[in-house]
């Protein structure tokens, strides 16, 4: 029982990974044209001296 559902988990992780590797490029272009908006705000950098950029 156990094994068998730790098996659907991976294959369910493996096709998440299979969809996030598509997606990738796409959410990474998308954070930073958001992490640009953020960092230009100013009210952002008055609260926030030194952003640190998520990885």
Known sequence: ???E???RIS???K???KTALKTEKKQR???EVLWEIVESS???TQFH???VKPK
């Open 11 to 13: 294959l369910f992780v």
């Open 49 to 51: 001296q030194r952003p």
């Open 15 to 17: 096709q998440a990974l």
């Open 29 to 31: 272009a998308r954070r």
């Open 5 to 7: 559902k730790f098996g």
């Open 42 to 44: 100013s009210t952002y």
């Open 1 to 3: 029982m156990e094994v």
